[in-house]
C-alpha cells in the first residue's frame, strides 16, 4: 500500500479530507463489519483498499491519485469514483472524516459557507459516530453523556456562555444557569431510552451526532413504537419525578430544570422523526 | 385509525407538556418570588400562577385545552399526509 501511495504523481487536486474507520467498524479482507449493527458489508477489493489506505491518514486527493497512477486513470474520474464511494460509506457510517485543526480546515468551512448561500441550503455537517458498549446501564448512559458533550461541544461551550452572560448583565435569577445542564441531562436521558429500548431487544446501536441532531441508529428490525417512544418517555418520567421533588422540597430552580425533560415529549408529534415513524408505523 | 391514534397522541402530549411546565413554571415563579403570573394569548388564558406564604396556587384555564385540541388536530393531519406521502411508503417498504 505505502508503495502504491509513493508511486503516485504529484497531486494537484485539492480534497484533503481525511477519513478513517470509526470504533465498532473493522476491514476484514474485502468486507467492512459494523459490530455494533452486526452486519457485513462486502465492498470490492479496490474499495478495501481505498478504505485501507484512508484508515492510514491519506487523504482523498492522494488516495485517488494512486489509483489513477497504479491503474492509469484519468485522475478526475478517479477522484470522482473516490469521493462517491467515500460519500456513500460516510452516509453508512461505516467511515467518519477525521476532524481536523480549526486553523487548518477553516477556508474550506468558508467555502461551505458561501456555497451554502448560493444554493440557499444549510452546509451539510458531517455525522459523527459514538461507539455504545455492551454492558451495565451505567456503561450505557457514560458512553451516550460522553457523545453528546463531545459530539455537541460547541453548542453547550455557547449556550454556558450566553446563560452566564445572561446572570451576569442582566438581572436574570441564578436558576438560568441550570437550564444548560438540564438540557444535556435530558438529551442524554432521551437517548437513553432509545439505547436501553433497543438493548431490551436484544439489538445494537451506536450514537450519530450530525450538527445539532443526535440520534441512536439501529437496525430497522430492533425498531417499532416501543422504541421510538421511549427516548421521550423516559426523559418526561425523569422530568416528572424531579418537579415532584422540587414541589415537595419548595425547590424553585430544580422545577425550571424540569422544563427541558418535561419539554421532550413534544418529540412524540409528527413534527420530529421519532412522532414521524410512530404515526406512521 | 392511524389518524384518530395520532390525533389522541397530539392531544395528551400537549396536555401534558402544558400542564407539567405550567406546574414548573409555578414552582420556580414562587421560588423566585416573582408574584402573580398570568399567561393568555390574546383574549384566550392558559393558566394564572398566585404566589404566596409559601404556598402557590396555579389555576388551568380553557386556553390549555384549546391549544391540546389544536394540537391534536395539527398532529392528526400531518400523521394523514405522512401515511400518503409516496417517500415514506418507499420507506416503509
Known amino acids: ?108 468551512g468558508l467555502r461551505a459557507a458561501m456555497l451554502s448561500v448560493v444554493t440557499h441550503q444549510p452546509p451539510r455537517a458531517q455525522p459523527r459516530r459514538f461507539p455504545l458498549r455492551r454492558g451495565s446501564p451505567v456503561t450505557m448512559v457514560t458512553d451516550i453523556a460522553r457523545g453528546v458533550l463531545i459530539g455537541l461541544g460547541w453548542w453547550w461551550l455557547a449556550l454556558t456562555l450566553v446563560s452566564t452572560l445572561l446572570v451576569l448583565a442582566d438581572d436574570s435569577p441564578l436558576a438560568v444557569l441550570v437550564l444548560v445542564p438540564a438540557l444535556f441531562g435530558a438529551t442524554v436521558a432521551h437517548e437513553v431510552g432509545h439505547a436501553a429500548a433497543v438493548a431490551s431487544r436484544g439489538a445494537g446501536c451506536f450514537l450519530r451526532v450530525r450538527g445539532l441532531a443526535v440520534a441512536v441508529v439501529h437496525t430497522r428490525d430492533a425498531g417499532g413504537v416501543r422504541v421510538h417512544a421511549s427516548g421521550a418517555l423516559l426523559s418526561a418520567a425523569l422530568g416528572i419525578t424531579l418537579l415532584a421533588i422540587a414541589a415537595i422540597a419548595g425547590m424553585g430552580w430544580l422545577a425550571l430544570a424540569t422544563t427541558p425533560f418535561l419539554a421532550q415529549l413534544v418529540t412524540l408529534t409528527v413534527l420530529f422523526g421519532d412522532g414521524r415513524r410512530i404515526a406512521t408505523a | 385509525m392511524r389518524t384518530l391514534r395520532a390525533g389522541l397522541l397530539g392531544f395528551v402530549v400537549a ?33 394564572t400562577i398566585e404566589g404566596g406564604e409559601g404556598t402557590v396556587r396555579m389555576s388551568v384555564r380553557e386556553g390549555v385545552f384549546v391549544i391540546a385540541l389544536i394540537a391534536g388536530i395539527a398532529n392528526a393531519v400531518g400523521a394523514r399526509v405522512l401515511a400518503t406521502s409516496p417517500k415514506e411508503a418507499a420507506q416503509e417498504r
Open chain 1, 1 to 108: 500500500m505505502d508503495d502504491l501511495c509513493e508511486s503516485s504523481e504529484p497531486v494537484t487536486l485539492t480534497d484533503r479530507r481525511r477519513f478513517a474507520i470509526p470504533r465498532g467498524v473493522r476491514l476484514y479482507g474485502a468486507e467492512l463489519h459494523d459490530e455494533a449493527l452486526r452486519l457485513s458489508h462486502p465492498i470490492s477489493p479496490t474499495g478495501a483498499l481505498v478504505v485501507a489506505l484512508l484508515d492510514r491518514g491519506f487523504t482523498v486527493t492522494e488516495v485517488a491519485g494512486a489509483l489513477s497512477a497504479r491503474w492509469h486513470l484519468d485522475r478526475e474520474r478517479a477522484r470522482r469514483d473516490v469521493d462517491a464511494f467515500v460519500a456513500q460509506l460516510s452516509e453508512a457510517m461505516l467511515l467518519t472524516e477525521r476532524p481536523g485543526a480549526p486553523w487548518r480546515t477553516w477556508p474550506r
Open chain 2, 15 to 47: 396536555l401534558v407538556v402544558e400542564l407539567t411546565l405550567a406546574a414548573a413554571l409555578g414552582l420556580s415563579v414562587n421560588g423566585s418570588g416573582w408574584g402573580d403570573v398570568r399567561l393568555a394569548l390574546g383574549p384566550l388564558p392558559f393558566v
